[in-house]
T-cell receptor
Framework: GDSVTQMEGPVTLSEEAFLTINCTYT??????LFWYVQYPGEGLQLLLK?????DKGSNKGFEATYRKETTSFHLEKGSVQVSDSAVYFC???????????FGQGTELSVKP | DGGITQSPKYLFRKEGQNVTLSCEQN?????MYWYRQDPGQGLRLIYY???????QKGDIAEGYSVSREKKESFPLTVTSAQKNPTAFYLC??????????????FGPGTRLLVL
């Protein structure tokens, strides 16, 4: 069945460092792909999305490109801030619709 | 402001007690969802509803029940049959469930603890 795999955390970076959180997926056809962010004690917020191959989603300095050839949707940011400390979830929506499928989440901790 | 509200923020359950978590949305979304989140894990789908008066079981429906009498409301009851209810519960909604490119929006969550 469809699935999402994220790199394990926690990821600890210094402020202004470059961030990559890997996400790969298994799905038939062309799913839609999402990154959500969860700050401590809160619900999930949509960070960015991409709905077809080679699309790039971007928001708040974060970017991710939908790579069909490598079935990946890696999250990147050029310079992280302490306020980016959170748990990041990669998710896919199958091309026939239905339920969102989540990765296990990757905790990011940014130190000053 | 449009959005999804969940109440209460914290809920305590005694042994053998049923408790109900509230979820309300004013986004005019057709579809609503309930997820459970355990520490260090991803989200697991409990129930979802694509239209009023209809709902389907998700991956972990045992010990839970829902109703969808109004478009804006999707309450979740955690019954005494749920033996390990301690978790963070998240409600979500989307414009039309089951279609491609749909984006789910989440509420702030309810943390359920067992006394």
């Amino acid at each position: 069945g469809d699935s999402v795999t994220q790199m394990e955390g926690p990821v600890t970076l210094s402020e202004e460092a470059f961030l990559t959180i890997n996400c790969t997926y298994t799905a038939t056809g062309y799913p839609s792909l999402f990154w959500y962010v969860q700050y401590p004690g809160e619900g999930l917020q949509l960070l960015l999305k991409a709905t077809k191959a080679d699309d790039k989603g971007s928001n708040k300095g974060f970017e991710a490109t939908y790579r069909k050839e490598t079935t990946s949707f890696h999250l990147e940011k050029g310079s992280v801030q302490v306020s980016d400390s959170a748990v990041y979830f990669c998710a896919l929506l199958p091309n026939q619709g239905g339920k969102l499928i989540f990765g296990q989440g990757t905790e990011l901790s940014v130190k000053p | 402001d449009g959005g999804i509200t969940q109440s209460p923020k914290y809920l305590f359950r005694k042994e053998g007690q049923n408790v109900t978590l509230s979820c309300e949305q004013n986004l005019n979304h057709d579809a609503m969802y309930w997820y459970r989140q355990d520490p260090g894990q991803g989200l697991r789908l409990i129930y979802y509803s694509q239209i009023v008066n209809d709902f389907q079981k998700g991956d972990i429906a045992e010990g839970y029940s829902v109703s969808r009498e109004k478009k804006e409301s999707f309450p979740l009851t955690v019954t005494s049959a749920q033996k390990n209810p301690t978790a963070f519960y998240l409600c979500a909604s989307s414009m039309a469930g089951g279609s491609v490119e749909e984006t789910q929006y989440f509420g702030p969550g309810t943390r359920l603890l067992v006394l």
